[in-house]
């Protein structure tokens, strides 16, 4: 039988379907940020070639990013360098916000809405709504986004990003506190209408089973640490999971969560496996990352500051 951090990454190279695009934005966000944000595509190509993900792919994902503005190219003599654009970066930074913390974000107790003032044909709205639901809103009454502590103008840059551009001038977004909904109890109600939170604790809870048992490894092998290469990919993997499920989770807060959400399980797991990993997938990257000019820049400090803070909730 493979140790779990094997089969963790064998069973992601077993795949029928992989979304290299969002993957790769994972690995921009995650690993090449800390370092500038940039990277020479034939790196980038060796470095993800372990998970089966072949040139082709990887190349036309990357042409793919940057027609989408996520990504753009710099040429530096006969190679180039693809990037993260301003926009592309300060999308991720703000979904690592999320990403990197220790516990979900305190609620100032006001809602924040899109109402759709203008008509949609089928396919504006079924595009609206899946765009949003990627961003974590839930849907109230079939015409109105909610979300507990999304940014407005963020949510609207997405949404532009996206290629919605026709339905923004349909849309009008507010803020409106907790006691225009009603009682506490009305927004238990509201809550459970606007999300499937039974659905979004079992993808938590897949997430943990997943990830769990190559902690469980790591924790009891402390004289055979993995190899470098290993660690960098799980370290893509988890990071690109968990980003993932972010997306999709609007952190509510715990009164209006039921009783042993998984979620905090899964940010605590996340962490402590995060921080394991970190030192050995940077000893990776030093060795196998490069810009188009042969360099290798070091991460910045901040990259250590990751999931950093004590959490009181850590046993």
């Known amino acids: 039988m493979l140790p779990p951090a094997q ?13 290299a695009g969002s993957l790769i934005i994972s690995v921009f966000g995650d690993a090449l940020l800390p370092r500038g944000g940039r990277i020479w595509l034939g790196s980038l190509i060796r470095l993800l070639e372990p998970l089966d993900l072949n040139e082709r792919l990887i190349r036309t994902s990357v042409f793919r990013l940057a027609k989408e503005e996520w990504l753009r190219t710099e040429p530096s003599g006969r190679r180039t360098d693809y990037l993260l654009t301003p926009s592309g970066q300060r999308r991720f930074e703000e979904a690592s916000r999320h990403i990197y913390a220790s516990s979900a974000p305190l609620w100032d107790r006001r809602w924040r809405l899109i109402v759709t003032v203008g008509e949609l044909t089928p396919k504006e709205r079924e595009g609206l709504r899946r765009a949003l639901f990627w961003q974590g809103f839930g849907v109230v009454g079939g015409d109105c986004f909610v979300h507990p502590g999304a940014d407005l103008s963020a949510a609207f840059d997405a949404l532009r990003t996206e290629g919605l551009h026709a339905v923004l001038g349909k849309l009008k ?51 055979n640490e993995i190899d470098d290469e290993s660690a960098f990919l799980l370290r893509v993997l988890l990071i690109h999971d968990y980003r993932r499920l972010l997306l999709r989770d609007p952190e509510l807060p715990d009164v209006l969560l039921p009783p042993e ?55």
């Not at 963790?8 to 029928?16: M, P, S």
């Not at 006691?179 to 943990?208: C, K, T």
């Open 7 to 19: 089969k963790r990454l064998d069973d992601f190279r077993q795949q029928g379907r992989v979304q």
């Open 173 to 223: 977004p507010l803020l409106a506190a907790d006691a225009q909904f009603g009682n506490a109890a009305n927004d238990v109600d509201m809550v459970n209408g606007a999300w499937n939170l039974e659905r979004l604790a079992g993808v938590y809870g897949e997430f943990v089973d997943r990830y769990q048992p190559v902690l469980a490894q790591l924790r009891a092998d402390t004289q």
């Open 261 to 315: 959400w998984p979620g905090q399980q899964a940010r605590l797991l996340c962490k402590e496996l995060y921080r394991r990993l970190l030192a050995p997938s940077e000893r990776h990257l030093d060795s196998h990352f490069q810009l188009a000019n042969g360099q290798t820049p070091p991460p910045a400090p901040l990259l250590h500051e990751r999931f950093r803070e004590e959490d009181p909730l850590a046993g």
